[in-house]
């Protein structure tokens, strides 16, 4: 008795699509067993929070707030500098985040000295920094992304003219030789 062959044509037409159903079937499976759990009834709150720190922003920027931020490693001490439209608050907190090691984060309350803010927040190392500057009252907030070290940075709640104040960005490229007409 001789063997037929199996046409792997048929096989593939007939597999493909089983395949497909029973894929489906677990993916059905793992989404009703393991699936997403509902949102608390709570979860609103999330929604005030975010709306009070949109308005903070606002509030910083309808103040124009203008902050500058140094570190000085020697001492282990953060200066801020601030300028606003109103009445300079007697303390500012200062948050550093880094975005990679928790353990770097810390938060500084700075007492006014003089014409400026210090507080001591160690040494801080170069790194991918998230750094907030608010009131103690908690009545405005600036944010700042920063890469690299905190020497000299600025923190402005007006993104224009932040991005005014920027050092343009490296050289632009020299024109092109002008090319001579042919007669």
Same mark, same amino acid.
Request: glycine share 8%; charged share 20%; aromatic share 4%.
């Given at each position: 008795?001789? $063997?037929?062959?199996?046409?792997?044509?048929?096989?593939?037409?007939?597999?493909?699509?089983?395949?497909?159903?029973?894929?489906? &079937? !677990? &993916?059905?499976?793992?989404?009703?067993?393991?699936?997403?759990?509902?949102?608390?009834?709570? /979860?609103?709150?999330?929604?005030?929070?975010?709306?009070?720190?949109? +308005?903070?922003?606002? $509030?910083?920027?309808?103040?124009?707030?203008?902050?500058?931020?140094?570190? %000085?490693?020697?001492?282990?001490?953060?200066?801020?500098?601030?300028? %606003?439209?109103?009445?300079?608050?007697?303390?500012?907190?200062?948050? %550093?985040?880094?975005?990679?090691?928790?353990?770097?984060?810390?938060? &500084? $309350?700075?007492? $006014?000295?003089?014409?400026? /803010?210090? !507080?001591?927040?160690?040494?801080?190392?170069?790194?991918?920094?998230?750094?907030?500057?608010?009131?103690?009252?908690?009545?405005?907030?600036?944010?700042?992304?920063?890469? !690299?070290?905190?020497?000299?940075?600025?923190?402005?709640?007006?993104?224009?003219? +932040?991005?005014?104040?920027?050092?343009?960005? !490296?050289?632009?490229?020299?024109?092109?030789?002008?090319?001579?007409?042919?007669?």
């Amino acid at each position: 008795m001789t $063997r037929k062959s199996i046409n792997s044509g048929l096989l593939v037409t007939i597999g493909l699509p089983l395949f497909a159903i029973f894929a489906s &079937v !677990g &993916v059905a499976v793992i989404a009703f067993t393991r699936g997403d759990p509902t949102l608390p009834d709570e /979860y609103h709150w999330e929604g005030m929070s975010l709306d009070r720190d949109f +308005a903070d922003a606002r $509030r910083a920027a309808d103040l124009n707030v203008h902050a500058t931020v140094q570190t %000085l490693p020697a001492t282990g001490t953060c200066r801020v500098t601030l300028q %606003l439209d109103g009445a300079l608050p007697p303390d500012l907190t200062l948050k %550093l985040v880094h975005a990679t090691h928790p353990d770097l984060d810390r938060q &500084v $309350r700075l007492p $006014r000295t003089g014409a400026s /803010y210090e !507080g001591h927040c160690g040494v801080v190392p170069s790194g991918h920094w998230h750094l907030e500057l608010s009131d103690v009252a908690g009545s405005w907030t600036v944010r700042k992304d920063v890469l !690299g070290g905190l020497d000299d940075i600025t923190i402005d709640a007006r993104p224009a003219r +932040a991005a005014a104040a920027a050092p343009a960005p !490296g050289p632009s490229a020299p024109p092109a030789p002008a090319t001579p007409a042919i007669t």
